[in-house]
């Protein structure tokens, strides 16, 4: 028997998250039940555990979100990725210092660098170089009396201040953690 998380969801359902998470932070909508569901499931896994459904619809959140802030962007990570995989970035050096245990490699994203010429040169759905801010949506859930989130899982992930975007080297530098 399989112990692994299964996660899936339909190409319908998968649409209709990934316009959800951008219309939460573009248009102040509210945050519907499947997209909470989806958030959660998200921060809840490991990486081990993360499945396609869940790279599907960040997938379409990245081609179709531009950011209007640009925070640098850490990651902690045993090995490095190879480019355009979708994977969790914090905007705190010590997450990613505490993630990492002082071991393996720290990348780095400076987004001014990165969105400088995006919304130039790229149409919406075209977007390569964009990232979601993942810690705004769940501020935002806070802010509203939790939206269907419990307490102690906003004050959780808060912390992690979770941002998700695709690794990019050519935009970003590699360290080794000493």
């Not at 958030?39 to 809840?44: E, L």
């Not at 869940?54 to 990245?62: C, E, I, N, T, Y």
């Not at 071991?103 to 790229?122: A, H, N, P, R, S």
């Amino acid at each position: 028997m399989n112990d692994k998380f299964q996660y899936r969801l339909s190409e319908d359902v998968k649409a209709a998250v990934a316009q959800n998470l951008i219309d939460i932070l573009e248009k102040d909508v509210d945050i519907n039940e499947q997209t909470i569901r989806f958030i959660c499931n998200w921060c809840r896994t490991g990486p081990d555990e993360k499945r396609k459904a869940f790279f599907d619809v960040w997938d379409l959140v990245l081609k179709n979100y531009l950011p209007a802030i640009t925070p640098i962007l850490f990651r902690a990570c045993e090995k490095i990725g190879k480019n355009g995989t979708i994977a969790s970035f914090t905007g705190r050096l010590e997450c990613a210092r505490r993630f990492s245990g002082g071991e393996g490699f720290l990348l780095i994203c400076d987004t001014k660098e990165t969105l400088q010429f995006v919304g130039k040169f790229y149409k919406i759905g075209e977007y390569k170089h964009t990232f979601y801010p993942l810690v705004n949506v769940l501020k935002k859930a806070k802010d509203s009396g939790g939206c269907g989130f419990t307490e102690r899982f906003l004050n959780e992930f808060i912390g992690e201040d979770e941002y998700i975007m695709r690794i990019n080297l050519d935009y970003g530098h590699s360290f080794r953690w000493t």
